[in-house]
């Protein structure tokens, strides 16, 4: 196989892999810590990707404001969803499929509201106007100022969340609250207080990971739908409440979705167009072969470890 | 003086009542018992008192204050701290992650002082600062619940069977500690199965039977006065009267 193809492969899995897993920490977040599997993440994720698309149209074309803004807007519509929706049908003690159904209900709605919004104005697969510029250039390689924005503003946002979730109260409060919510109430965690504060970080992160799709590659309102069943790949593969695995989860799903796609195309002549259904595989054999995730072997390896330690 | 007060308490889960007409009061600086057969509602009296249960008349008041309405999430600040039977530790995070979640409310100094504080009176813990608390030991799972709720500077501890599924060595070990606990001026409220080794250790104690008060008086005679809590209790007709006979 020609070592470009290679290369650009590896390249494109680092570059999906970080925004999969920005993505897929928001959706863990949700699901640890206030128990929802929230399918309106992937209209969160859309709906940044266009806060982005029509303030470049506006003429704001500093990135990093952009991403703020981004950032700002999408917190605060998680932030209503869950006032408006979640918070009160919580308070009828429902169900998970209840909860499953509602968040679906409002992904719906959402998204063909923006589908109304974007057939007005006549936005339908555009690019972000951030201009390309090739930043790095070798025989096999091309790097463009797009890779040099998307895989750094990732791993810093996916380090501050794991800062922030491992030395802050807040982020104790939040693993209490994902470990034991009665025993974390029982010490005094204001659970409303580290509700909106998960519903902020979830949204913020899906609306920064959507503006950095659609500067990668052209959106319209399914992209965040699309990209949701990957996203989910990751959070499955990664023990479903586990962060680090979550983050592993994603750069796997980015590896198989490019590299191992790739590879496939060339030695077996698999055709691209079953790209899409590697997240449903890995779902699959996920949830048959390892249903604790990557993670949960990982813990198997630390605590055999631990005894080997404490009964020489 | 009456530190807690329970009045006319009826509680329960849902449609279920457990707990009738129940009333009591804790003194301070007192180590009550709470005894029981199984199912005798011992649990859902402190459960009711920390709001995990439902409600449906009587009042429970600390220094005067009501407790009742008052949410789960409010109540340590009134000076109460709970031990719950199972799934008392946060299993997922370190040892002194779960120390740091109980100081959150300190200054960094205060905090770290604290925390040396635990780590002098629970020296287990300190060994093991960085291992998973899903992976200790029962025994040392029971000495973090404890520091946990002990961490919150409470005025009243409530422990339900704290010394459920440990070793002989451990249970002393506990009830040592209780001890010590309580002659630092702690209040304690302990729920026991095991009548006769909390007997031991304990001031006071209510008997409790389907939900109603049984018995109560000091635990010297309790212990002294066999028939009496048996003809409570119905002769040889349950666990616990068979353990206090023993």
New interface residues.
């Given amino acids: 196989m020609p070592t470009v193809l290679l290369i650009d492969s590896l390249v494109r899995s680092l570059q999906v892999g970080s925004l999969y897993a920005l993505m897929a920490l928001g959706l863990t977040l949700t699901l640890a810590v206030v128990k929802l599997p929230n399918f309106a993440h992937a209209e969160l994720i859309t709906l940044g990707a266009y806060v982005a698309l029509v303030a470049s149209f506006w003429g704001l074309n500093n990135l990093l404001a952009m991403l703020v803004l981004c950032f700002i807007v999408t917190a605060a519509v998680a932030v209503l969803s869950y006032k408006a929706v979640y918070k009160p049908l919580e308070r009828r003690k429902p169900s998970i499929y209840t909860m499953i159904l509602a968040s679906f209900a409002l992904g719906l709605i959402l998204r063909y509201v923006l589908f109304l919004l974007v057939d007005r104005f006549d936005f339908f697969d555009k690019r972000i106007k951030i201009p390309l510029e090739i930043w790095y250039q070798s025989k096999t390689m091309i790097l463009t100022n797009i890779f040099f924005w998307v895989v750094p503003t990732s791993l810093i946002l996916i380090i501050l969340l794991s800062l922030l979730l491992n030395y802050t ?1 807040l982020g ?2 939040m ?2 609250l ?3 919510r ?10 409303e207080r580290v509700y909106y504060f998960t519903w902020i970080l979830a949204g913020g992160l899906a609306g920064v990971a959507g503006a950095l799709w659609g500067i990668y590659t052209s959106i319209n309102p399914l992209t965040g739908w699309l990209a949701i069943l990957s996203v989910f790949a990751a959070t499955v593969l990664g023990g479903m409440t586990s962060f680090v695995g979550t983050i592993l989860g994603a750069y796997v799903v980015g590896l198989s979705e490019n590299f191992v796609m790739q590879l496939l195309n060339h030695y077996l002549g698999l055709d691209f167009s079953f790209k899409p259904a590697i997240p449903f595989i890995i779902i699959i054999l996920v949830l048959l072969f390892r249903p604790q995730g990557l993670t949960g072997f990982m813990d198997g390896f ?2 055999r470890a ?1 005894r080997r330690q404490t009964n020489p | 003086m009456n530190l807690l007060t329970i009045d006319k308490l009826t509680a329960g889960y849902g449609k279920l009542t457990i707990l009738h007409d129940l009333s009591l009061k804790v003194e301070k600086g007192q180590y009550l018992g709470i005894l029981g057969p199984n199912g005798s509602g011992k649990s859902t009296l402190v459960k009711s008192i920390f709001g995990l249960t439902d409600i449906f008349s009587g009042s429970i008041k600390i220094s005067g204050q009501e407790l009742v309405g008052v949410a789960t999430e409010n109540i340590c600040k009134r000076g109460l701290a709970y031990v719950p039977q199972r799934q008392n530790i946060f299993a997922t995070m370190t040892v002194r992650d779960n120390l740091l979640l109980a100081v959150r409310h300190l200054r960094r100094p205060k905090a770290h002082r604290a925390l040396q504080d635990a780590y002098a009176l629970f020296p287990i813990l300190a060994e093991r600062q960085q291992q998973s608390a899903g992976l200790m030991s029962g025994g040392e799972r029971q000495m973090l619940a404890i520091a946990l709720a002990w961490l919150g500077k409470p005025q009243i501890m409530l422990l339900d069977e704290p010394s459920a599924g440990l070793s002989p060595l451990f249970v002393i070990e506990i009830f040592k500690l209780l001890r010590r606990l309580c002659e630092s001026g702690i209040t304690l409220v302990v729920v026991e199965q095991n009548a006769r080794s909390l007997l031991r250790w304990c001031d006071y104690a209510y008997v409790l039977r389907e939900g109603k008060l049984a018995f109560e008086g000091s635990s010297s005679q309790i212990l002294a006065d066999e028939e009496t809590v048996k003809s409570y209790l119905g002769v040889g007709g349950t666990a616990f009267s068979q353990r206090i006979a023993e």
């Fill in positions: 109260n104790r409060e693993r209490a994902a470990d034991n009665a025993l974390a109430r029982v010490q005094g965690v204001q659970v630390r605590t631990i």
